[in-house]
């Protein structure tokens, strides 16, 4: 089997590497999203936190379920509200990331089948 043949057969350690930084800057994206849902819902302004700082606070909430304010900054935990509506926030965000990118691929299978 030649090397061109092996790449193109099977997927490799570069398609998963990929697919794992793309999937965790999704998550962040969305947990960053939903948080600063919550903080509109709770204080009616945005969350001074930045999509970067959202992805540091992806990483710690596992250890903060009960608390998620205080996976933030103190800054951005100030502007959140407790645990019910941060995660109510939160699920509403990403149940609608998965509706859209469901819907795109759905879209996307649909254009490539009419050729």
Known sequence: MSQSTRQMGS???DEFLMFAIITAGAVAIAGWLGAQT???LHTGAPMPASP???FRAMVRLPA??????SAW??????SLPGPILYWSAT????LVCVGLVVGGV???RVDT???
């Open 11 to 13: 997927p490799g350690g």
């Open 38 to 40: 919550a903080a509109l």
């Open 52 to 54: 970067s700082d959202g």
């Open 64 to 69: 903060a379920v009960d608390d998620p304010r």
């Open 73 to 78: 900054g103190p800054e951005a935990a100030a």
């Open 91 to 94: 699920a509403l965000v990403a």
């Open 106 to 108: 759905h879209e996307v």
């Open 113 to 115: 089948g009419r050729h």
